[in-house]
């Protein structure tokens, strides 16, 4: 009996203890990469912190927001998504103020952010198959005249280039020297110099980090090849992990640091734009043929 009413108190208590919490999300509607939308959360009870989680990948918080109200409190987050599909935002842990309060935790929820370009299979198909006309000729009846006329037309210009051969003396063959071809590592690295040397780093850091995503996508592309000026994050992510496992994952970093500027109105330091373009600069001296010896 006194276990059993022990068991009633403590339940009591962590009654008491854990408040009420209401969440909704505001703007997370037609979610692209990059597009921000809010989640509102309100409490009963003060509120210190809404900690986020190091494991979330899929998303990015981007401010966070605590008003203290006479009866409770209401925080607002500033989220961007980071990838195409059906996204799951993890429960987060809601800290309160006060020895006598132990918080709480909000509800998980999905969105669903739509893909960044066209999908490839639009080609439009017959819902019945094509009617024949009454007398229509067969369609091999049309092949074999066309191929005919093909072969008639083909001896006749042979006949008349054999008779300008006989008429004319055989020109000299005109040797041709072979053009010097350009490592792709090498071209990237001379843009990537151009790139430093333009200044767009102080004056427009959008059209910095532009450039810079666009050279590591075409040394990719003419790399690899494989059309990485037309994929998104994830499409290259899965063609490096087939084409260049090793080289992968700093190749990904640089470019989701680029978008997060691009999108994500992230605003670097001079610090962390030297960092990265540093980052690539490495990437691309790897391929270097004395480095890989």
């Keep these: 009996m006194k276990k059993l009413i022990s068991m009633v108190l403590l339940s009591l208590c962590m009654t008491l203890l854990l408040g009420r919490v209401t969440q909704n999300l505001v703007g997370a509607d037609s979610l692209s990469i990059g597009t921000p939308f809010s989640l509102v959360i309100k409490t009963d009870f003060p509120l210190s912190e809404v900690v986020i989680p190091d494991s979330l990948s899929e998303f990015r918080v981007l401010d966070t927001q605590i008003k203290q109200h006479a009866q409770g409190s209401e925080a607002r987050l500033k ?3 980071l990838r195409v599909g059906a996204l799951s935002f993890p429960k987060l842990k809601l800290k309160a103020k006060g020895l006598f309060q132990s918080g709480a935790s909000t509800d998980g929820f999905r969105v ?16 019945k198959p094509a ?12 092949l074999i005249i066309f191929l005919t ?8 210009i042979v006949m008349a280039f ?3 051969a006989a008429a004319k003396p055989a020109a000299k063959p005109i040797i041709v020297p072979p053009k010097k071809i350009v490592p792709f590592y090498l071209q990237a690295l001379r843009k990537l110099d151009e790139l430093e040397s333009s200044g767009l780093a102080e004056s427009d850091i959008l059209a910095y980090h532009y450039r810079l995503s666009m050279i ?7 790399r690899y090849q494989f059309s990485a000026m037309e994929m998104t994050i994830m499409e290259i992510s899965d063609a490096l992990l087939v084409n260049c496992p090793e080289q992968a994952e700093a190749f990904l970093k ?3 640091y680029c978008d997060m500027v691009k999108f994500a109105k992230l605003l670097p330091s001079p610090e962390q734009i030297q960092l990265q373009t540093q980052a690539l600069r490495l990437c691309l001296m790897k391929y270097a043929p004395t480095l890989n010896a």
């Design 79 to 81: 989220i961007v998504p």
């Design 112 to 127: 669903y952010v739509l893909a960044t370009r066209a999908l490839a299979d639009t080609l439009l198909r017959d819902i």
């Design 216 to 222: 590591l996508r075409e040394f990719l592309e003419h």
């Design 149 to 156: 006329c093909l072969v008639l037309a083909t001896i006749l």
């Design 162 to 164: 054999n008779k300008k």
């Design 254 to 256: 640089i470019l989701r």
């Design 131 to 142: 009617m024949r006309y009454k007398g229509e000729v067969p369609f091999w009846l049309y």
